[in-house]
């Protein structure tokens, strides 16, 4: 079992920062690949961010430029910065691992959610 600790929501004004975090822990695993989605008031949950097991980082157009995906293998935790904020980015965000334990099939874990208000 994968356990994931969302950090770092707030309320913010345009043109402003936060830096999320998420953390992992539990029985040993290993990280296919760790990233974000997030979700607004009245709208589907949309991908925003993923790393994947080489480092490598994609991002939806919309925050390509403004967030940046990062993570801390040793601490089995995944950060997004985001960075000139815009009152659209305002939603839940929702951290997320895909990873296999043991002999286990691949799984993605989800974390509680953090809220991210923009506003003026």
């Known amino acids: 079992q994968v356990q994931l600790v969302e950090s770092g929501g707030g309320l913010v004004q345009p043109g402003e920062s936060l830096r999320l975090s998420c953390a992992a822990s539990?029985?040993?695993?290993?990280?296919?690949?760790m990233g974000w989605y997030r979700q607004a008031p009245g709208k589907q949950r949309e991908w925003v961010a993923t790393?994947?097991?080489?480092?490598?980082?994609y991002y939806v157009d919309s925050v390509k430029g403004r967030f940046t995906i990062s993570r801390d293998n040793a601490a089995n935790t995944v950060y997004l910065q985001l960075n000139s904020l815009k009152p659209e980015d305002t939603a839940v965000y929702y951290c997320?691992?895909?990873?296999?334990?043991?002999?286990?099939?691949?799984?993605?874990?989800w974390g509680q959610g953090t809220q991210v208000t923009v506003s003026s």
């Open positions: 790393i994947d097991s080489g480092g490598s980082s």
């Open positions: 997320f691992i895909n990873v296999r334990v043991g002999i286990r099939p691949a799984a993605d874990y």
């Open positions: 539990g029985s040993s695993f290993s990280i296919n690949a």
